[in-house]
């Protein structure tokens, strides 16, 4: 549909808890999914959420084959993920550098949940429950962050080691801004 443009940090609707989405046969909803998946492509990130391009509701898009953002990482099912809902299967913390389409330029390292269980709706309303660990339990806790208006470096507990991709990462220089 359309290629938005990303909502930078400092701006206040990402700092918002997003609506429910209650209506799955909606054209909006069809429209702001069809527009993540268009911004998302040509951001070439990992991951992207309807705040992200100022669309007030609770839709996360996620996944990837391969990423050269993130060289390591294993491959995550392509998911819109509607109204989610994560629960920690474990106590065990890992810490990743991360980045964020929101805060191009920066990574930073964040705690987060190695094991997690997420649950919600895909596009057409139907029930998604899966389990998810490492990276792909990373991701989705990043991109559902967003939902409650917050960004990765509210969550980040050392900030010396926050700083600019280019610097800390030069081979990844050529990939991306973020």
Request: hydrophobic letters at 45%; one cysteine or more.
């Amino acid at each position: 549909m359309a290629v938005r443009d990303i909502l930078r940090m400092g701006d206040p609707r990402l700092l918002k808890v997003a609506a429910r989405v209650t209506d799955f046969g909606s054209l909006a909803l069809h429209d702001a999914v069809r527009d993540l998946h268009d911004t998302l492509a040509v951001a070439k990130g990992a991951g992207l959420a309807a705040p992200q391009i100022g669309i007030d509701l609770a839709v996360v898009l996620f996944g990837f084959e391969h990423i050269a953002r993130y060289p390591d990482a294993a491959a995550v099912p392509v998911t819109v993920l509607i109204n989610p809902v994560i629960e920690a299967l474990d106590d065990a913390v890992s810490e990743g550098w991360e980045g964020c389409l929101s805060v191009p330029g920066l990574r930073g390292v964040v705690p987060r949940y190695e094991r997690i269980r997420y649950r919600g709706f895909d596009l057409h309303g139907a029930p998604i429950d899966r389990v998810a660990e490492s990276f792909h339990a990373r991701l989705v806790q990043h991109e559902c962050d967003h939902l409650i208006g917050r960004l990765y470096p509210t969550r980040m507990t050392d900030l010396t080691r926050f700083g600019y991709t280019q610097v800390l990462f030069p081979e990844l220089t050529d990939v991306s801004a973020d």
